[in-house]
C-alpha cells in the first residue's frame, strides 16, 4: 500500500505534528524528574525509583562474655522453617516492625538473653541506619 | 541543512510499512499480555466499567493485530488503553494500572496510530492486493510515511535516557538501590551470603546506567543494530528473568522494530520467504540511520 505524494499543507501539518510530539517525548519527563511535587514525582521513566523501599535489612545478634557477638536467627529463634516464615518476618518493614521481632525473640529465647538488632532501611536515597545495636530489644 | 529543512526531510521520508507493521503486531501481543487477565470476564467482583473497557481493548487489539483498519483499531486500542490509565489508574487508584510499562505501551500504541501499520502483513494489506488483482492492477507498494516510526524510536530512546538520568545517582552508582532491589525480591531483610554481592551490585549498577546511555543515542547507527539487538534482547531478558518488570521487557523487544532501516527489513522478510538472497537484510549506505 502506498500514500499519494504529501501536499504541501499536508506535510506543514506532519511537521508541526512532528515537532510538538518529539518535543513532549524528549523534554516533557522534565516535570516529574525535577520540578513535581507529591505523586507526580513519579511521572517520567523513574522504572526503579519506588521499588524496594518498604523494608529493612536487619541483623539480630546478642553480645558475647568478651564483647563480641553471636549471629542470632531470628527464623530459628521463633522457631518458623525459613521458606515457611511469615511474610513479615521474611521482609522486615520497618525499625518498629524490628523491635517488635527482637521483642518477641526475647520471650521465645527466655532468661536472661540479651537481643540487639543492627537495622538498616532501604530508602530511595540508599541504605539508611535506623539502628545499630545500642539498647537491647528485651524490655 | 537547516533544522526546519531536517525536519521536512523526517516527514516526507517514505520506506516499507513492514516495520511498522511488525510493531502492531508485536505490541498487540503485549496488549493481550498485560491485559487480558486483569480484564477477563470470570473477575465477578469487577464492575461493569471494567468489563467494558476489558472488552474494548481486547477486541480493538485482536482488530489491531490481524490489520483490520489497522490505523483505526490501533487507535482505538491505545484511547481504551489511555481510558484504562485515567479512569481506573488515576480515577481509582488502581495504581497497578499507573506502572511505566503501562504507560509506554499507551504511548507506544498512540503513536503506531500515526504509521501506515496496516500496509504489511495485515487484512488490510490482503483486501488490497485482492482489490488489484480484481482491476488488473500490479499489488500497490508496501510503502508509506515513516515519522511516526521515527517517533516510536524516539520514545524509546528516551525511555532509556530519562532512566539513566533517574539513576545518575550516588544511592543508584554506590550500587545500593540495586542491593535493595535483588533482596526485596530474593532473601528478604537477610544480607545475602554470596561473595562479593556489594561490588557486584555496584558493578551492575554501573554498567546498567552507562547501557541506558549508551543505547539512547547508538540504536539510531542502523550499521550498529546486528550487535545491539543481541545486547538488548540480553539486557531486558535479564531484566525479565530476575525482577518484576510485568510487560515491560516484552514492550521494548517490540519497540526494537522501530529502528530497523525500513528498506533492509523489507528486503530481508523477502529473502526468508525464498524471493532474494540472503545477505539482502544488511543495511546498504542507502538505507538511513533510524
Redesign the interface.
Known amino acids: 500500500?502506498?500514500?499519494p505524494t504529501?501536499t504541501p499543507a499536508r506535510?506543514r501539518v506532519?511537521?508541526v505534528?512532528?515537532?510538538v510530539?518529539?518535543t513532549v517525548?524528549?523534554v516533557g519527563?522534565v516535570y516529574g524528574?525535577f520540578l513535581a511535587t507529591g505523586s507526580h514525582r513519579y511521572l517520567?521513566?523513574?522504572?526503579?525509583?519506588r521499588?524496594?523501599?518498604?523494608?529493612?535489612?536487619?541483623?539480630y545478634w546478642t553480645p558475647t562474655a568478651d564483647g563480641g557477638r553471636q549471629p542470632l536467627d531470628r527464623f530459628e529463634s521463633l522457631g518458623y522453617p525459613r521458606d515457611r516464615a511469615p511474610a513479615d518476618l521474611?521482609?522486615?518493614r520497618d525499625l518498629r516492625a524490628?523491635k517488635v521481632i527482637g521483642a518477641k525473640m526475647c520471650r521465645r529465647l527466655g532468661g536472661d538473653v540479651d537481643v540487639r538488632a543492627d537495622v538498616r532501611c532501604?530508602?530511595?536515597?540508599?541504605?539508611v541506619d535506623a539502628a545499630a545495636g545500642e539498647a537491647t530489644l528485651c524490655r | 541543512m537547516s533544522l526546519t529543512d531536517r525536519l521536512y526531510a523526517v516527514v516526507s521520508e517514505e520506506g516499507s510499512t513492514r516495520p511498522a507493521a511488525l510493531l502492531r503486531i508485536g505490541l498487540a501481543l503485549v496488549v493481550w499480555s498485560r491485559f487480558a487477565f486483569d480484564f477477563a470476564a470470570f473477575h465477578r467482583d469487577h464492575p461493569w466499567t471494567w468489563s467494558a473497557l476489558g472488552a474494548s481493548v481486547l477486541v480493538a487489539s485482536t482488530l489491531m493485530l490481524v490489520g483490520w483498519r489497522s490505523r483505526l483499531t490501533t487507535l482505538w486500542t491505545g484511547l481504551s488503553i489511555a481510558a484504562i490509565v485515567l479512569y481506573l489508574g488515576v480515577g481509582q487508584r488502581q495504581y497497578a494500572l499507573l506502572h511505566h510499562h503501562v504507560s509506554l505501551l499507551m504511548i507506544a500504541v498512540l503513536l503506531l496510530a500515526l504509521t501506515p501499520c496496516g500496509g504489511s502483513l495485515s487484512l488490510d494489506r490482503w483486501r488490497a492486493v485482492q482489490r488489484a488483482r480484481a482491476a488488473g492492477r500490479p499489488p500497490p507498494p508496501e510503502r508509506g510515511p515513516q515519522w511516526g516510526v521515527r517517533l516510536i524510536a524516539l520514545q524509546m530512546s528516551a525511555v532509556y535516557l530519562w532512566g539513566a538520568i533517574d539513576k545518575t545517582t550516588v544511592a543508584w552508582l554506590s550500587g545500593d538501590r540495586l542491593q535493595a532491589i535483588l533482596m526485596a525480591q530474593y532473601t528478604g531483610s537477610d544480607w545475602p551470603t554470596l561473595p562479593g554481592f556489594a561490588a557486584l551490585c555496584t558493578a551492575g549498577a554501573v554498567a546498567t546506567v552507562v547501557l541506558e546511555y549508551f543505547l539512547a543515542v547508538a540504536l539510531w547507527r542502523a550499521r550498529w543494530l546486528p550487535w545491539l539487538i543481541p545486547t538488548v534482547v540480553v539486557f531486558h531478558g535479564v531484566l525479565y528473568f530476575f525482577l518484576p518488570v510485568a510487560t515491560f521487557s516484552a514492550t521494548m523487544y517490540a519497540l526494537l522494530a522501530a529502528f530497523l532501516p525500513a528498506d533492509a527489513t523489507h528486503r530481508g522478510i523477502d529473502a526468508l520467504l525464498g524471493h532474494g538472497p540472503l545477505d539482502a537484510a544488511a543495511p546498504t549506505p542507502q538505507d538511513a540511520d533510524a
Open positions: 500500500m502506498s500514500t504529501p506535510l506532519r511537521a505534528a512532528f515537532a510530539l518529539a517525548i524528549l519527563p524528574h517520567g521513566w523513574k522504572m526503579f525509583s521499588k524496594a523501599t518498604d523494608f529493612c535489612a536487619v541483623d521474611w521482609k522486615v524490628a532501604a530508602t530511595a536515597d540508599g541504605w
